[in-house]
């Protein structure tokens, strides 16, 4: 952090978590000037409510930095909460990290802190890492990546968050610093309690925002959109029973389908215009290739050929070996600005592949791009 190239001035995006205190101590001690942003997403209970306002001021007081409290509520809605509820009352799994990131996050922070406050940069405690383009030998990548900043993984591949990462811009990208990208969690928390931080040893959340927030995801759902029965069915069409809402389903679940069978079945389509749950043997449940919209190539050039990736089609998946050949672009991508697409060839059949998922590609450590899975083939 003492050698980061260009300006000093950075705002920290505290959630009231270990991570993030542990980045604004970091760059207190390397000399940075810090101040503390916090975005109010919701109002209520969880740990990035009320309960992370609160540890966040106080990281702020224990360090001797400012502490700003942004109200992003409104934005939240509209880009998270009603994206979310559009898509799984679709039949589709929707992936808010990676939108949350790029839409409610990163984006609008600097925004904020470049306007409110002349600063330039934000820093997170994602585990991740970036290489400010010009910065660092050419690495050696399926397509150039020339002139582009480069995202990597966190050297903690347990905890790598480049994943959610994908859809940033460079223009974002080259203004984010990352200090966890080169730690492990272990390390976090031995450095936190050395530091004396109030959250040294505050639990990890271990779901997803709004789960948290409203107990569960079924809770989340089930206040959003009302009961809509179905059938639960063969991928031939035999009725095996009846479901209260796609939403409740997810690709690949075989626990709590509440049907009987001679052998274990999976989830393995959701059919939003027949309001079905498509169930089949594990067998019949891999993919051997799949359709990705919306791509955000990051550290390389959109490429003009079939080149070799290794993907990941959840976030904690096995990067798997797969053969990216791009396609034409659509009308509705070209329209919402969004143009890069591409079929995606696994080396080895994959299970699990969910519409509304993100499909990101990797060289290495390298993070080159991703888009949305739009179709299993």
Known sequence: MRQWPGERGVAVGLSGGVDSSLTAALLVSAGWQVEGLTLWLMSG?????AEGLVDAAGI??????????????ARFQEQIVDFLVQGYGEGVTPLPCSRCNREVKFGPMLAWAEAERSIGRVATGHYARVRPAGTAEPMPLPCDGTGRHHLLRGLDLLKDQSYFLYDLPQDVLGRLVFPLGELTKEATRAEAARLGLRTAAKPESQDLCLAEHHGSMRQFLDAHLPPRQGEIV????????????LEH??????????????????????DGAMNRVVVAPRREATRHSCEVGAINWVSMAPPG????????VRYRSTPERALL???????ADRAAGRPHRARVDFAEPQFSVAPGQAAVFYAGDVLLGGGLIQAEC
């Open 60 to 73: 702020c007081e224990q360090l001797g930095v400012p502490h700003h409290v942004v109200d992003a509520r």
């Open 305 to 312: 050929a079939p080149i070799a990736v290794e993907v990941q």
């Open 249 to 270: 389903f997810t690709i690949g679940q075989r626990k709590g389908l509440g049907v009987a069978w001679r052998e274990p079945l999976h989830v393995v389509r959701l």
């Open 45 to 49: 209970r969880g740990s990035c409510c």
């Open 234 to 245: 063969l991928s031939d069409g035999t009725v095996l029973g009846r479901h209260d809402g």
């Open 325 to 331: 050949t791009p396609l034409a672009e659509t009308a």
